[in-house]
């Protein structure tokens, strides 16, 4: 999977091995996990539709994101970066990425460029640490 505004790849784990490996290579590279969004229990329960396991991590590192808002305080509408972790009709795990240098080229300001830059090199190092 790759696309305009992300990246990912099947992973040759189940889905919740695949949810602890990429938490632990977050931490890894200083991301903690903000948010944990189980899209596939709130589709059961409100809209009582099945759908294949289904996560979206919101994930945060604090220095980095300190540094976002003191630049651009509007910031925090494109934060925290989002991880997808999703198993296919076909049963493989995918995870994916929210490509950081091209959410963040809608703030048109140097100092965002070069943090989603680095951002970007930190998931980059995750992403190469599922294999």
């Known amino acids: 999977?790759?696309?305009?505004?992300?990246?990912?790849?099947?992973?040759?784990?189940?889905?919740?091995?695949?949810?602890?490996?990429v938490t632990q290579a977050l931490q890894s590279e200083g991301f903690g996990i903000l948010s944990d969004i189980d899209v596939a229990a709130t589709l059961k329960k409100k809209l009582n539709q099945d759908m294949p396991p289904y996560r979206i991590l919101g994930a945060c590192n604090p220095p980095l994101a300190h540094r976002a808002i003191t630049a651009e305080p509007s910031i925090g509408l494109l934060l925290p970066c989002n991880?997808?972790?999703?198993?296919?009709?076909?049963?493989?795990?995918?995870?994916?990425?929210?490509?950081?240098?091209?959410?963040?080229?809608?703030?048109?300001?140097?100092?965002?460029?070069?943090?989603?830059?680095?951002?970007?090199?930190?998931?980059?190092?995750?992403?190469?640490?599922?294999?």
């Open 1 to 21: 999977m790759n696309n305009r505004y992300g990246f990912g790849k099947t992973v040759p784990y189940a889905f919740d091995d695949a949810i602890d490996r």
């Open 83 to 131: 991880v997808v972790v999703r198993q296919d009709e076909n049963g493989a795990v995918q995870v994916e990425f929210m490509d950081t240098d091209a959410i963040l080229k809608l703030v048109d300001k140097p100092e965002i460029a070069a943090l989603a830059s680095e951002v970007r090199m930190r998931l980059d190092r995750v992403f190469a640490a599922l294999d």
